[in-house]
C-alpha cells in the first residue's frame, strides 16, 4: 500500500460522497443517454409481447438465442460482488477497500438484469409465474421442484435476496455519514436507512462480523447460482453436446473471470467520473490485474478439459458441436475473437507491470475479456442447438433480429445507469472502510526503509 | 434511578483512551460509557469492555428453519399432488437437494441479517446525545449513569481533555 496518501475523516467523507452532492453536466448527459437507450429497449420488449416471438431470429431448432446468453452472461457478471468482496474480505486482503462495494453493487443490478432475460424470452413473461410460484390453488397443481426450471429462480432469488442485504448492511454507517451531511427530505429518509447508527464500539464489532460471515454463508451461494445455471444444460436432455460433468466449475470460474473483470472497468470508470485517484489507485488495478491472470488461466485449464475432453470420446453431437465452432463460419471466427480476446490478448499484457499500472490499458483488456465471454456463451449455446442431429427435421441456424439486439444493448445500458444513478444516493467506496484503512495504515522503519505496517483485525 | 447520557467530544483517539482511565478514576465503571467513531479502531483501542453477542447463533438457526421451510415445499408439494413426469421418483433426492440447499443459506442469510441489526442494537428511534462530528472524526465518550453522578462524570470529561460535552444531539452538517 505503499501509494496511500493520508486524508482526514472529514475529507474522506467530503471525496467519497461529492457524487451524492456534486453532479458534473457529463454524468447526467451520459445517464439521460443510458436512460434513451433504456428506454428504445423497453419499446423493443413490448413490441415484441405484443407480435409474439416470431419477432425474433428465435426457429427450429435454436430456441436460445441472445437472451439466454445475456442471461448467463449478466449472471456471470454477477460473480464479481461476492468473489472481490466475500474472498477478499475473509482472506483480509487491504486492497480490497475501494472495490467491495462497487463489485456488490454491480452484483445487484446485473443479477437483476439476468433475471429479466428468461421473462423476455419467455415470450408471455407472465406465465412464468407458473413455473416458479406455487399458486395455482384452483386446479391443485404446484411447481414441479424436480424441474431445473425452478432451480435458477430459486438459486438466483437467493443470491439476490442475500446481496441486497449484504449491500445494505455495509451500506448503514455510510447512511448514517449521509444522515449527519444532509437536511430536509434527505435526511429523513437516511436518517430512517441508518437505523439510527451511533458507531458505538459494539455497532463496529457487529459491523465487522458481518462482512465476514455473510462473506462465509453467500459464498456457497455465490457457487450454486453458476453451477445450477451451467446445469440448465447440463440436463437438457435433447442437445448431448451440452453433457459435460464441467460444466459447473467451467462456467462458475469463467462467470468470476468476467465478473472480476468488469468491476476493474467500472472502477476506472468510476475514479474518472468522480475523480477518486486517491482511493481507487494503480496499485489496486496491479493487485486486481495478478488476480485476474490467476483467475484467467484457471478458466482456460477448464475450458480446455471442456474441448478436448468432450472430443477424446468421438462421439456424434460433441464432434458435430466442435466442427460447428471451429471450422465453419461465421462460428469460427466468433469462437477465435473469443479465444483471443478472453485469454490470447488480456493475460501476456496483465503480465506486464506496466500494463497492469495503466488505466487505460487496464480499461481495455477487461472490456476485451467481457467481449470474449460473451462469446463463449454464444458459442455454446447456439452451435449446440443447431448441430445437425438425427431424428431432426429441421436443421437451422440462428441470426439475431433487430428486437433481440436491441434489448440485448439496452440491458448494458441498464446495468450501467442503475450504478451511475446508485452512486447518486450512496457512496460507491464504502466511507467506514476507507476510514479504517486510513487508521491502521502505518508506516515502521526496517533498516533503512519506510514499509507500510498494516494491522488486521482477528 | 433514572439514568442519563452525555456525550464527551475529543479530536484524537489518544486523548479519548486516556479520558476512559479519568472516568474510570471518578468512580465510572467500564459499564458506564461507550466509544462513539465514525470508523472501526482495533478493539480495546479505548480500553472498553469486549461487547458479548450472540451473532453466531443466528445463522445456524436460520439455516435449520430455511431447510426445513424447504423440505416442506419440496416434499410436501410433490407428495401433496403427485403427479410422475420423466419417470423420475415423486421424491427425487437431487432434485430436492437443490431446493434444500438454498433454502438453507437463504434461512442463514435472513436469520445473520436479523441478528446483526438485533446484536446491534438497531434500530434506534433516538440518538440523542450524539454529535454529527462524530462521523467528521471526532471521537465520542458516551457517559450513561445516574442522574446525581452526571456533574462529577461531566467534570471528569473536561478534566480528561474533552472539546465539548453535549446533552443533546448536534446539528446535522450541511454536505
Not at chain 1, 448467463?72 to 480490497?96: D, K, P
Not at chain 1, 406465465?127 to 414441479?144: K, L, M, S
Not at chain 1, 462480523?209 to 437438457?236: K, N
Not at chain 2, 442463514?108 to 472524526?137: C, K, Q
Amino acid at each position: 500500500m505503499q501509494e496511500r496518501v493520508r486524508i482526514s475523516d472529514s475529507q474522506v467523507n467530503t471525496d467519497l460522497t461529492s457524487s451524492i452532492f456534486e453532479s458534473s453536466k457529463l454524468y447526467w448527459i451520459l445517464v439521460g443517454f443510458l436512460a434513451l437507450v433504456v428506454l428504445c429497449g423497453f419499446t423493443a420488449a413490448g413490441y415484441m409481447f405484443n407480435r409474439g416471438l416470431g419477432v425474433t431470429g428465435l426457429n427450429r431448432p435454436v430456441m436460445w438465442g441472445f437472451f439466454i446468453t445475456n442471461f448467463v452472461f449478466w449472471i456471470g457478471i454477477s460473480h464479481a460482488g461476492v468473489m472481490l468482496s466475500a474472498i477478499l474480505r475473509l482472506v483480509q486482503a487491504e486492497w480490497r477497500r475501494p472495490a467491495t462495494r462497487a463489485a456488490e453493487v454491480l452484483t445487484v443490478f446485473s443479477l437483476m438484469t439476468a433475471m429479466t432475460m428468461p421473462l423476455i424470452h419467455a415470450g408471455r413473461p407472465w406465465r412464468v409465474a407458473y413455473w416458479v410460484f406455487p399458486y395455482d390453488w384452483a386446479r391443485g397443481i404446484y411447481p414441479n421442484v424436480r424441474s431445473a426450471l425452478v432451480w435458477d429462480p430459486s438459486a438466483v432469488f437467493t443470491y439476490l435476496t442475500s446481496s441486497i442485504l449484504f449491500v445494505y448492511i455495509a451500506l448503514i454507517p455510510d447512511f448514517a455519514v449521509l444522515r449527519d451531511r444532509t437536511t430536509g427530505v434527505p435526511h429523513i429518509i437516511y436518517s430512517i436507512l441508518s437505523l439510527g447508527w451511533r458507531g458505538s464500539v459494539r455497532q463496529w464489532k457487529l459491523q465487522i462480523i458481518a462482512g465476514i460471515l455473510l462473506s462465509a454463508i453467500i459464498l456457497p451461494i455465490f457457487v450454486s447460482v453458476h453451477s445450477i445455471v451451467s446445469w440448465d444444460f447440463g440436463t437438457a436432455m435433447s442437445v448431448e453436446a451440452w453433457h459435460s460433468t464441467v460444466f459447473a466449475p467451467y462456467f462458475v470460474i469463467g462467470a468470476v473471470h468476467s465478473g472480476v473483470s468488469a468491476v476493474v472497468t467500472v472502477m476506472i470508470i468510476l475514479r474518472w467520473m468522480f475523480h477518486w485517484e486517491d482511493y481507487i489507485r494503480r496499485e489496486h488495478m496491479d493487485s486486481l490485474a495478478k488476480l485476474l491472470i490467476v483467475v484467467a488461466t484457471a478458466w482456460l485449464f477448464f475450458f480446455a478439459l471442456e474441448f478436448f475432453f468432450g472430443l477424446y470420446a468421438l462421439e456424434g453431437p460433441e464432434v458435430a458441436l466442435r466442427e460447428l465452432q471451429v471450422f465453419e463460419a461465421p462460428w469460427k471466427w466468433y469462437f477465435l475473437t473469443f479465444l483471443i480476446t478472453s485469454y490470447l490478448i488480456p493475460v501476456p499484457m496483465w503480465l506486464i507491470p506496466s500494463v497492469r499500472r495503466n488505466l487505460w490499458l487496464m480499461a481495455f483488456t477487461t472490456i476485451l475479456v467481457n467481449v470474449g465471454m460473451w462469446f463463449e456463451r454464444f458459442i455454446i449455446i447456439v452451435p449446440g442447438l443447431m448441430r445437425k442431429q438425427a431424428f431432426v427435421f429441421t436443421w437451422g441456424g440462428y441470426t439475431p433480429s433487430i428486437v433481440e439486439v436491441t434489448i440485448i444493448t439496452a440491458t448494458f445500458a441498464m446495468v450501467s445507469m442503475l450504478v451511475l444513478l446508485f452512486a447518486k444516493v450512496v457512496p460507491l467506496i464504502p466511507i467506514g472502510d476507507a476510514k479504517e484503512g486510513m487508521i491502521l495504515h502505518d508506516e515502521i522503519k526496517i533498516g533503512k526503509v519506510m514499509v507500510p505496517a498494516v494491522m488486521r483485525e482477528e | 434511578m433514572a439514568r442519563k447520557s452525555i456525550l464527551g467530544l475529543f479530536d484524537n483517539a489518544d486523548s479519548a483512551a486516556d479520558a476512559t482511565d479519568v472516568l474510570l478514576e471518578a468512580g465510572a465503571t467500564q459499564d458506564d460509557f461507550d466509544v462513539l467513531t465514525g470508523s472501526p479502531y482495533p478493539e480495546g483501542a479505548f480500553g472498553e469492555k469486549d461487547p458479548v453477542h450472540h451473532i453466531y447463533v443466528f445463522p445456524i438457526i436460520g439455516a435449520l428453519m430455511g431447510l426445513t421451510m424447504a423440505l416442506v415445499l419440496t416434499a410436501g408439494t410433490q407428495v401433496a399432488y403427485p403427479m410422475v413426469t420423466g419417470g423420475k421418483p415423486i421424491l427425487a433426492f437431487p432434485a430436492m437437494t437443490i431446493i434444500c440447499y438454498e433454502g438453507t443459506l437463504l434461512g442463514a442469510v435472513l436469520f445473520t441479517i436479523i441478528g446483526i441489526i438485533f446484536e446491534s442494537r438497531l434500530p434506534r428511534l433516538r440518538l440523542d446525545p450524539y454529535d454529527a462530528r462524530i462521523n467528521e472524526g471526532y471521537i465520542g465518550l458516551l457517559v450513561t449513569t445516574e442522574e446525581e453522578k452526571l456533574d462529577d462524570m461531566e467534570r471528569a470529561l473536561i478534566r480528561g481533555s474533552a472539546l465539548e460535552v453535549v446533552h443533546e444531539r448536534g446539528r446535522a452538517l450541511r454536505g
